[in-house]
C-alpha cells in the first residue's frame, strides 16, 4: 500500500481536480474549445504505481466512446465528456527515462504537449527533479504535478519549476472527466502557444527583412548622397578648370592666327588639339555628375577604339600586349563619342592594371552580336559587340556581385575611386545597351558591351563652317574672370566690333543704365558673384525689351536654351568660348536684330 490508497480505490473515489491559485488555464471545463478534432497531441506521464499507469491510459488512451463508457461505469451515473483531439500516451515509471523520452521527442520534432508527474517517485529521482529537467528540456511543456498529499508548498514548486503559468497541481483522487477535460485544455493552450510562437517567428522574420531593406534603402541613401557631392563637386571644378581652359585655347587660336604656315603654327595646332581633348573631359565629368548631355549620334566605332588604344598603350607596362580584332561588317553605332572613349579607358585601364607587372595579354573585339546576346537585347541584328578580355587573376563570386557598386573597388586608397566600372555601367544603362561580366579567379576577365548599331542613312552630313566674316557693333562683354574678358574682347575687336568689358555684372548693369543705347548687343557669364548672368540679362531686358543676349556658362545643364530664351535671352554657348562659336553667334544676332531695308 505504501500508505497511501492505490489505484483501485482511485478509480472508485474519484472525486476532483485542484489548481494553484492564480494559475489557470484561462478556460472553464465547459467552454473549452476544441481546435482541432482530429488532432493528436502526445502525453508523458510519470508514476511508479503501475495502476496510476494504467488508470492513465484508460482515461487518456481509449477513444471517446470508449471513455465515455468507463466513465458511465465508474461514476454509475451517465455524464457526457467533453468533445477533443485524441492523444498519444506515453508512460514511465522512472523520472530520468521521461527526461530522455522528452529530449528525444524535441529532436525528432514531435515534442510533448503535457507532462503528468507524480510528485513521491519511489525508484529514481523524485517526482520534482522530475519536473525540473522537463523543463529544462521543453520550456513550452505543460506539466501538472500531481499527488495524494498536499506537502509540498506552491512557492517551492514555483520556484523549482517556473514559470507558474505552465505549472498545475492535480491532487488525487480526481474523476476521469476531469483529467481528460484538463488534459483537452492544457493541449489547447499549448497548441495556441505553438502557433504563437510562429506567428512571432514569422513577424520577426518579416521585421528582419524589412529591417534590412530599410538598411539598404538607406545605403543606397547615402550612396546617392555621395554621387550627389561628386556631383556637386565635380561641377564646380568643371566650371573653374573650363576657365582656365578658355584662357589657353582662347590665347592659342589668337596666336595661330599670326603665324605663318609653320612649324610654330603646328606646334600651337597641336595645344588647341589638347585643349579640345581636356574640354571632352570636362563633358565626361559633367555627365558623370549628370550635368552634361549626352550627344548620341551615329560614328564608327573601330577608328575610336584604334585611337583611344593609340593613347593608352604608352601608360600600359611593356609586358602587356594589346590585340585588336575588328570583325564587325558594319561598325556604325549610335553613341556618344564622348563616352565611347571613356568605355575603352575605364575597361583597359582596369584590365592593365589586374594583370599587373607580370604582364598578359589585352584583347579588344568589335563584332556582329550573335545567337548567344543576352535575351533582353530582343534582337542581336541591332546591336554590336566589344568585348575586352585580359588573362589576370580574374575575380570571385563576391567581387562579381559588387564590381559595378560605386566606391567599391579591390584596389589600395591610393590607386582607385571605385567609379570607373560604375561609369562603365551608367554610360551602357544610358546608351540603352548591355553590359555583362565574365570572370573566375585565376581564369581572367572579360567584360561585354553590347550597343545599339545605328542606320546608315541617319549618318547626318558634314556641313562645312561657314567663313567668318568682319562685322560691325558696339558689343559689352561681363565675365568675373578678367582674361576671358580679354580674350573675348580680342576675338570680336579682330573683326571689327566695338567692345565694352567689364569685370563686375553689377558694374555693367551701372554702364548700361547711364548709356542704354551705346550697345547693340551683350555677352556675359553665367556664375557671377552679386548678380549672377541670367538676374544681369533680366535687368537689362527691362530697360531695353529689344537687346540681344548671349550667356556663357560652363555648367551644361545650369539652364537650356529653352529656358533662356523663354526669359529673353537669344544664345546659350557652352565653355571654354572658341571664337568661331562667339564670332558666329554675335554676327548673327545684330545681322537678325539690324533694320531691313
Known amino acids: 500500500m505504501r500508505g497511501r490508497p492505490n489505484h483501485e480505490r482511485f478509480a472508485l473515489q474519484l472525486q476532483r481536480v485542484y489548481i494553484f491559485p492564480n494559475i489557470s488555464t484561462g478556460l472553464e471545463p465547459q467552454d473549452a474549445p476544441v481546435p482541432n478534432q482530429n488532432r493528436t497531441y502526445r502525453l508523458l506521464a510519470v508514476d511508479d504505481e503501475p495502476g496510476m499507469l494504467t488508470l492513465y491510459r484508460d482515461i487518456l488512451g481509449l477513444s471517446e466512446g470508449a471513455a465515455q463508457d468507463m466513465a458511465d461505469m465508474l461514476n454509475g451515473a451517465p455524464g457526457p465528456l467533453p468533445n477533443g483531439p485524441q492523444f498519444q500516451l506515453d508512460l514511465f515509471d522512472d523520472g530520468r527515462e521521461a527526461v530522455a523520452a522528452a529530449r528525444q521527442a524535441l529532436r525528432e520534432e514531435k515534442p510533448y504537449a503535457v507532462a503528468l508527474v507524480d510528485v513521491r517517485l519511489h525508484s529514481g529521482p523524485d517526482g520534482i527533479w522530475t519536473a525540473e529537467h522537463l523543463r529544462e528540456t521543453d520550456p513550452d511543456m505543460e506539466i501538472v504535478m500531481v499527488t495524494a498529499y498536499a506537502d509540498v508548498t506552491l512557492e517551492e514548486l514555483n520556484r523549482r519549476v517556473p514559470p507558474p503559468g505552465k505549472l498545475l497541481y492535480l491532487q488525487k483522487p480526481f474523476r476521469a472527466q476531469e483529467l481528460r477535460q484538463l488534459a483537452i485544455s492544457l493541449c489547447n493552450k499549448w497548441s495556441t502557444e505553438q502557433e504563437l510562437h510562429k506567428l512571432n517567428s514569422t513577424l520577426a522574420q518579416r521585421v528582419e527583412r524589412r529591417i534590412g531593406l530599410q538598411k539598404q534603402l538607406e545605403e543606397q541613401l547615402r550612396q546617392a548622397q555621395k554621387m550627389e557631392a561628386l556631383g556637386t563637386l565635380a561641377g564646380g571644378i568643371a566650371h573653374d578648370f573650363n576657365n582656365i581652359l578658355g584662357v589657353i585655347m582662347g590665347y592659342s587660336e589668337l596666336i595661330r592666327e599670326t603665324l605663318p604656315d609653320d612649324g610654330n603654327r603646328r606646334r600651337v595646332q597641336e595645344i588647341l588639339r589638347a585643349g579640345r581633348r581636356a574640354r571632352d573631359l570636362i563633358n565626361q565629368i559633367l555627365n558623370f555628375s549628370r550635368q552634361g548631355p549626352q550627344e548620341r549620334k551615329p560614328l564608327k566605332l573601330a577608328p575610336l577604339i584604334k585611337e583611344a588604344m593609340k593613347l593608352l598603350r604608352p601608360s600600359f607596362p611593356e609586358t602587356v600586349k594589346v590585340r585588336l580584332n575588328m570583325n564587325a561588317s558594319d561598325d556604325l553605332a549610335l553613341a556618344d563619342p564622348t563616352q565611347f572613349h571613356q568605355i575603352i579607358l575605364n575597361l583597359c585601364s582596369n584590365a592593365a592594371q589586374a594583370m599587373g607587372e607580370n604582364g598578359g595579354q589585352l584583347t579588344l573585339g568589335l563584332a556582329d552580336a550573335g545567337p548567344d546576346a543576352p535575351a533582353r537585347l530582343h534582337d542581336p541584328r541591332w546591336y554590336l559587340h566589344l568585348s575586352i578580355s585580359d588573362n589576370g587573376p580574374g575575380m570571385d563570386a563576391a567581387t562579381r556581385a559588387r564590381v559595378f557598386e560605386p566606391f567599391f573597388t579591390t584596389k589600395p586608397p591610393d590607386q582607385g575611386t571605385g567609379l570607373g566600372l560604375s561609369v562603365v555601367h551608367g554610360i551602357v544603362k544610358s546608351h ?166
Do not use: W
Open 432 to 597: 540603352e545597351g548591355v553590359v555583362l561580366l565574365e570572370s573566375e579567379p585565376g581564369l581572367g576577365t572579360t567584360f561585354h558591351v553590347y550597343l545599339p548599331r545605328a542606320r546608315a542613312e541617319a549618318a547626318a552630313p558634314q556641313v562645312a563652317l561657314p567663313t567668318l566674316q568682319p562685322g560691325r557693333g558696339r558689343v559689352l562683354v561681363v565675365d568675373d574672370e578678367k582674361p576671358l574678358v580679354d580674350i573675348a574682347r580680342e576675338m570680336l575687336e579682330g573683326f571689327g566690333f566695338q567692345v565694352t568689358a567689364r569685370t563686375s555684372s553689377v558694374e555693367a548693369l551701372e554702364a548700361f543704365r547711364f548709356r542704354p543705347n551705346d550697345f547693340d548687343l551683350v555677352v556675359t557669364d553665367y556664375a557671377m558673384p552679386n548678380m549672377t548672368g541670367v538676374e544681369l540679362a533680366q535687368e537689362l531686358l527691362t530697360l531695353r525689351t529689344d537687346l540681344p543676349v548671349i550667356l556663357c556658362t560652363g555648367f551644361s545643364d545650369s539652364i537650356s536654351l529653352e529656358r533662356a530664351q523663354s526669359m529673353g535671352i537669344c544664345d546659350v554657348i557652352k565653355k571654354p568660348i572658341l571664337k568661331e562659336k562667339l564670332v558666329q553667334s554675335v554676327s548673327r544676332l545684330l545681322e537678325d536684330d539690324s533694320p531691313q531695308t
